[in-house]
C-alpha cells in the first residue's frame, strides 16, 4: 500500500489522486514536522535543500505527515523537486547545480508507446505510462522530471535510514527510481531502434548532457539504495531489466559507456548479509 501511496504521489498531473491526498495530509498528525525538518537538515542536507530553496513551504509540508517520516520527507522533497522544475524551468539536481530542460520545440516521441514493454498491470506503468494520466506518458520533459524528483526521493531516503522504525513495515523506497530508470533506458533504445527523429533530438548536445547528467545521478542514487536491505518492495523485476545486457543500448551510446548492471547482485549480498546477522 505504502508503495502505491508513493507511485500515485508524484503523479502531479492526476488531479482526482491529488485532491485525495490532500484530504488525507489535512487529517494526518503533523506535530513531527519540526523535527522531521530539523532531522532532514541534519542528516541529508540535500533535501533540506530542496525545503529552502521552495517558495510555498505549505506544499511541502502538506506531503510531511507523521506515520512514516522517513517516507514522508523524501517524498515532500520529490514533490517539491516538481516544483521547483516547473519554477526553474530546469531540472534542479541532487548536487544543487541545474540541467537544462530540453526545448519544447523539439519532438520527441510518446512515452505511453514503450508502456507495451512491460507488465500493462504494473502500478508505475499505470501512473507514469498509461494514456490520461501523468504528463510523463505524452511528454518526454515530463518522464525526466520523474527520474530527477526520484533521484532526490531516494537520493534522501538513504541518508534517513536512522529515523526508519519497525512499525514503519517494509517500504518501497527504490521501487519508483528503478522503474522510471527501466523506462528511460526502454525509451531511449526505441528512439534509436525506430524513431530516427527522437534519436536525432536525444544526440543533440544540450540534450544528450541532460540525459546523461540525469542517468548518472539516478545511477549514483541506486547504487547506495541497492546496498540497502529491506529498501525494496517490488523493484526485482526493473532491476533485472537494467541488469539485463539485452537492454541499453541507446543509452549506451548517449553516454559513451555501459549503463551499471550490478544493483540487483548487489540488493542480493545486501539481503543476504542481513539475513545472516539475524
Excluded at 12 to 29: E, H, T
Excluded at 130 to 152: C, I, Q, V
Excluded at 208 to 233: D, H, K, M, S, Y
Excluded at 258 to 271: D, F, G, I, K, M
Aim: glycine share 6%; with cysteine.
Amino acid at each position: 500500500m505504502r508503495t502505491v501511496l508513493r507511485a500515485a504521489s508524484a503523479a502531479v498531473a492526476a488531479v482526482v489522486w491529488s485532491l485525495v491526498w490532500s484530504q488525507a495530509s489535512l487529517a494526518a498528525p503533523t506535530q513531527c514536522q519540526p523535527q522531521a525538518l530539523r532531522d532532514l537538515e541534519r542528516l541529508a542536507p540535500q533535501g533540506h535543500a530542496v525545503y529552502d530553496a521552495i517558495s510555498d513551504k505549505r506544499h511541502f509540508l502538506r506531503f510531511l505527515t507523521c506515520d512514516d517520516v522517513v517516507l514522508g520527507l523524501s517524498t515532500a522533497v520529490h514533490e517539491s523537486v516538481h516544483l521547483l522544475t516547473s519554477e526553474k524551468d530546469a531540472y534542479p539536481l541532487v548536487d544543487g547545480s541545474t540541467a537544462q530542460r530540453p526545448s519544447e520545440s523539439l519532438r520527441f516521441f510518446a512515452p505511453r508507446k514503450i508502456a507495451g514493454r512491460f507488465n500493462a498491470g504494473d502500478m508505475y506503468v499505470r501512473t507514469y505510462l498509461k494514456p490520461g494520466e501523468a504528463s510523463s506518458s505524452t511528454d518526454f520533459r515530463f518522464l525526466l522530471d520523474e527520474l530527477n524528483a526520484y533521484s532526490h526521493d531516494v537520493a534522501t531516503s538513504t541518508k534517513l535510514t536512522s529515523l526508519i522504525r519497525p512499525e514503519h513495515g517494509q517500504v518501497g523506497h527504490r521501487d519508483g527510481l528503478a522503474a522510471l530508470m527501466t523506462f528511460v533506458m526502454s525509451y531511449t533504445d526505441m528512439a534509436r531502434q525506430s524513431v530516427p527523429a527522437t534519436w536525432a533530438n536525444l544526440q543533440r548536445p544540450e540534450v544528450r548532457q541532460t540525459v546523461v547528467t540525469l542517468w548518472n545521478q539516478a545511477e549514483a542514487a541506486l547504487a547506495v539504495a541497492c546496498t540497502i536491505p529491506a529498501f525494496g518492495q517490488d523493484d526485482r523485476r526493473s532491476l533485472a531489466f537494467l541488469s539485463d545486457p539485452e537492454n541499453g543500448a541507446g543509452l549506451t551510446e548517449l553516454l559513451g559507456r555501459t549503463p551499471a548492471r550490478n544493483c540487483l547482485e548487489s540488493v542480493n549480498t545486501a539481503e543476504s548479509g542481513a539475513r545472516l546477522t539475524r
